[in-house]
C-alpha cells in the first residue's frame, strides 16, 4: 500500500511526438509538426489530471500516446513502474496490459461503429481478450449498462439511435468493458449539453470511486475541468506552462496563459460580465514552426526580451503571504526546491515580480 502512494501509477518523462511533412517534387520530409514537445507529468492512482488549453495544443495527442494509439517520438511513459515505450515491439504484452489503458472519445457517435448493435459492440471486446466467457457476457454487459445508468432494453439497437449524452454513457460503458485501470477521457463532455454534461461528469466521478479509476480528463471548459480533477497541467503550443493542484492552480494562477483561460471563463452574473477582464489577444503558433523562447510570448503582456531568447523551465512556485512571488531571492530558491508534484510554473518574469515593474 505504500508504494501505491508513493509511487505515480502514469508517468511521463519528456515526452515529444512529432509528424513528418512531406513536400517538394521528389517526396520529402520538409519539417516536423511539434505536437508534443517534452512533456513531463505524473498521476497518483485513483486521481484525475485534468489537462486544458486550447484547440491543437497536443492535449488529445498526449491521451493517445498512453493509450498506445500513438508512439511517441521521444520520451518514456510508465503505467505502474512498467516502461510501456521499451514494450511496444512485445505485441503480447502490450495487448495484456492495453486492455487496462482505455479511452472515451470526444465524438461518441463517430467512435461507435455505426454497422453494429450495441450487445456486438460491447460483447466482442469482451469476448476476445477473454474477460468474459460465452455463458456469463450477457450478464456481464448487464452490470455495465447498469453502472452507467442505461436500461437493458438498448442492446438490441444502433448508435444511430441515442441521444448524445446516451452515445456518450455507451462510450464510458464501451471502455468500461475490459476492466480498465487507467481512462483516458478526451474531451467526453464538450459536444453535449450544458445539463448532459453534468450528468456525464457525476458518472465519471461515481465510477472513479467505485472502481477506483484513474484518468486522464482532457478538456477546454475549466469549469468542468477543476471537478473532476485533483491536479491541473496547462498546455500551450506542445508543453506544459503550469502544473499543480486544481484547488491551488485556480486560486493562484501564475503563468500569464493560466490567467488568460481563467479570464475567458464565461460569468453568470451579467453585472460583473465586463468587469476588470482582460482577454486573450492573437492566435495560437505554429507547431511546425514554434515561437524562439517562451511559445507564449507573441500573446503575453510581459513578455520581455529575455522571454524570445531563452525557453523558461519550470519553476516552484513559492507564497509568501497571499502573493505567489516574492522577488528575485524567492525564485532563486524557488529554483532550489522545485520537485515533482509541486505547483510549477514557466514563467521566471511573473514569479520574480518583473511583470510588476513594467506595468506599474
Do not use: W
Not at 510501456?84 to 504484452?93: C, D, G
Not at 453502472?147 to 452515445?167: A, D
Amino acid at each position: 500500500m505504500s508504494d501505491e502512494k508513493t509511487i505515480p501509477f502514469i508517468q511521463v518523462d519528456n515526452l515529444k511526438k512529432y509528424y513528418p511533412v512531406k513536400g517538394g517534387i521528389i517526396t520529402h520530409t520538409t519539417g516536423y509538426v511539434k505536437a508534443v514537445d517534452g512533456v513531463s507529468f505524473s498521476v497518483m492512482r485513483g486521481q484525475t489530471l485534468g489537462l486544458v488549453g486550447e484547440s491543437g495544443c497536443g492535449k488529445s495527442t498526449v491521451g493517445r500516446q498512453l493509450v498506445g494509439l500513438e508512439v511517441p517520438t521521444e520520451g518514456k511513459i510508465y503505467y505502474n513502474g512498467c516502461d510501456l515505450t521499451a514494450l511496444q515491439k512485445n505485441k503480447k504484452e502490450m495487448q495484456r496490459i492495453r486492455t487496462k489503458l482505455q479511452m472515451v472519445f470526444q465524438d461518441p457517435y463517430s467512435s461507435l461503429n455505426p454497422r453494429k448493435h450495441i450487445y456486438e459492440i460491447l460483447a466482442q471486446p469482451m469476448l476476445y481478450h477473454q474477460i468474459s466467457e460465452k455463458r456469463t457476457v450477457e450478464r456481464d454487459i448487464h452490470k455495465i449498462l447498469d453502472m452507467v445508468g442505461l436500461p437493458k432494453t438498448v442492446l438490441g439497437r444502433y448508435p444511430h439511435e441515442f441521444s448524445g449524452g446516451q452515445r456518450q454513457r455507451i462510450g464510458i460503458a464501451k471502455a468500461l468493458s475490459l476492466r480498465p485501470e487507467f481512462i483516458v477521457c478526451d474531451e467526453p463532455v464538450s459536444a453535449l449539453d450544458v445539463s448532459i454534461q453534468a450528468q456525464i461528469l457525476n458518472l465519471l466521478k461515481e465510477l472513479q470511486k467505485e472502481l477506483g479509476l484513474t484518468l486522464l480528463f482532457v478538456g477546454h471548459g475549466l469549469g468542468a475541468v477543476k471537478y473532476v480533477s485533483d491536479q491541473i497541467a496547462v498546455m500551450y503550443l506542445g508543453k506544459i506552462v503550469e502544473y499543480g493542484e486544481a484547488k491551488e492552480v485556480f486560486r493562484h494562477p501564475v503563468h500569464p496563459y493560466t490567467k488568460a483561460l481563467l479570464e475567458a471563463v464565461p460569468i453568470p452574473d451579467p453585472r460583473e460580465r465586463n468587469k476588470g477582464r482582460k482577454l486573450l489577444q492573437g492566435e495560437i503558433g505554429s507547431s511546425m514552426n514554434p515561437p524562439s523562447g517562451c511559445r507564449f510570448h507573441p500573446r503575453c503582456p510581459y513578455a520581455v526580451e529575455q522571454c524570445k531568447a531563452d525557453d523558461p523551465a519550470q519553476y516552484a512556485v513559492v507564497e509568501t503571504g497571499h502573493n505567489t512571488r516574492g522577488g528575485n531571492a524567492a525564485l532563486q530558491a524557488a529554483q532550489k526546491e522545485k520537485e515533482t508534484g509541486r505547483h510549477v510554473a514557466a514563467c521566471p518574469i511573473v514569479l520574480s515580480g518583473t511583470e510588476a515593474a513594467i506595468h506599474g
